[in-house]
């Protein structure tokens, strides 16, 4: 079945720091790919996505490009802040079939210290 | 944000007895779906929904029940709660006209649930 792979945290930066967090997956399909963001004692946020091959997905400084050929969404931002830190979920489905699960990878944890 | 609201957020409660979790959107969203996180596993769907009186399994639905009698109220029921159900259970909504298209999920706050 289809599958999310992302990186094992805890990922520990200083401010300004440039981030990456990799993110791969399997699917039959053609998923629509997500970053989720949690915030300590929150719900998921939705931080980006993208629905198609070489699509960029941005917000707030966050960016991931679709990329079918390494199946591939990895996270990056330039410049991160203490307020950067929190849990990151990379997560995909089925944009052609309405309803489904999103398949999460397990998380990562980012920590950024001033 | 979307309007998405869980209650309790949080609740203790004993080995064997019932419980039930709400989940309440403002957004009148076709999709509604329980997912549980656990340290190391990420989230997994419970149940879904894909309209009123309509329900399906998920990946993890074993001792778990949902219904749906309004659009905008789903509902999970632990019949008899165990041990292995402690998690923090989160709801989430998806529907055709919401900002990040059919496939986005938008989810509630959360409920955190100990059964000791």
């Known amino acids: 079945g289809d599958s999310v792979t992302q990186m094992e945290g805890p990922v520990t930066l200083s401010e300004e720091a440039f981030l990456t967090i990799n993110c791969t997956y399997t699917?039959?399909?053609?998923?629509?790919l997500f970053w989720y963001v949690q915030y300590p004692g929150e719900g998921l946020q939705l931080l980006l996505k993208a629905t198609k091959a070489d699509d960029k997905g941005s917000n707030k400084g966050f960016e991931a490009t679709y990329r079918k050929e390494t199946t591939s969404f990895h996270l990056e931002k330039g410049s991160v802040q203490v307020s950067d830190s929190a849990v990151y979920f990379c997560a995909l489905s089925d944009q052609y079939q309405a309803g489904t699960a999103l398949i999460f990878g397990k998380g990562t944890t980012l920590s950024v210290s001033s | 944000d979307a309007g998405i609201t869980q209650s309790p957020r949080h609740k203790v409660t004993e080995t064997g007895t019932p419980v039930t979790l709400r989940c309440h959107q403002t957004e009148n969203h076709r999709y509604m779906y329980w997912y549980r996180q656990d340290p190391g596993h990420g989230l997994r769907l419970i149940h879904y929904s894909y309209g009123v009186k309509d329900t399906d399994k998920g990946e993890v639905s074993d001792g778990y029940s949902v219904s749906r009698s309004k659009t905008e109220d789903f509902l999970l029921t632990l019949e008899s709660a165990t041990s292995s159900q402690t998690s923090v259970y989160f709801c989430?909504?998806?529907?055709?006209?919401?900002?990040?298209?059919?496939?986005?999920?938008?989810f509630g706050p959360g409920t955190r649930l100990t059964v000791l």
């Open positions: 699917a039959t399909g053609y998923p629509s």
């Open positions: 989430a909504i998806s529907g055709a006209g919401s900002s990040g298209g059919l496939d986005t999920q938008y």
